[in-house]
């Protein structure tokens, strides 16, 4: 079946560098992709989303980025923080569940900050 | 602020016992909510699409009598796990929709469920 995958399972980056976030997508259907931060014990937080008919989208201090031709997502977080470190999911509308589309989430990336 | 609220944030319970967890959307009225469960250090796996005045949708695989959804009210989902056992220990997630067409999901912090 379809699937949103991931790069890098881990990322450690300095604290005030840039991280970038890989995801792999499949479904060609997909015209939504989110991608949410998990911190540990907590439920995932909406970062930034991204409709196909864009490529690009800024937030504070968070860029998602959509390269439809090779079905690949990013998400790039500038000047990284501390509390950056959390588990980083992409998100995906295009699979059907039983009640209709439904979110198909990656994998997961872990976002190590090194002070 | 937080627009989805779970309760309780973690519980224990002995095999063979039954488990509620509550799901509330504090911010407006919900006629869809979601449940997903996650097994540590692996990602969200949906279980079921839980719709106001009506039964749920379980995805393939869910047991529907061993997880049951009610959706009572526009403001709050609730699941029972049914006769617990230690494989249904998990992280429960309930979400609800935003309000654009785009199915962007808004999350509760989580129930931590331990069956002994």
């Known amino acids: 079946g379809e699937s949103v995958g991931l790069h890098l399972p881990t990322l450690s980056v300095q604290e005030g560098d840039n991280s970038i976030i890989n995801c792999a997508y499949s479904n060609s259907a997909s015209d939504y992709f989110i991608w949410y931060k998990q911190e540990s014990g907590k439920g995932p937080q909406f970062i930034i989303d991204?409709?196909?008919?864009?490529d690009k989208r800024q937030g504070q201090r968070v860029t998602v980025l959509l390269n439809k031709t090779v079905k690949h997502l990013s998400l790039q977080i500038a000047a990284t923080q501390p509390g950056d470190s959390a588990v980083y999911f992409c998100a995906e509308n295009g699979a059907k569940g039983a009640a209709g589309n439904k979110l198909t989430f990656g994998g997961g990336t872990r976002v190590l900050v090194k002070p | 602020g937080a627009v989805v609220s779970q309760h309780p944030s973690w519980v224990i319970c002995k095999s063979g016992t039954s488990v509620k967890i509550e799901c509330r959307s504090l911010d407006f009225q919900a006629t869809t909510m979601f449940w997903y469960r996650q097994f540590p250090k692996q990602s969200l796996m949906l279980m079921a699409t839980s719709n106001e005045g009506s039964k749920a949708t379980y995805e393939q695989g869910v047991e529907k009598d061993k997880f049951l959804i009610n959706h009572a009210s526009l403001t709050l989902s609730t699941l029972t796990v049914t006769s617990a056992h230690p494989e249904d220990s998990s992280f429960y997630i309930c979400?609800?929709?935003?309000?654009?067409?785009?199915?962007?999901?808004?999350f509760g912090p989580g129930t931590r469920l331990t069956v002994l």
């Open positions: 979400s609800r929709l935003g309000q654009s067409s785009y199915n962007e999901q808004f």
């Open positions: 991204i409709r196909s008919n864009m």
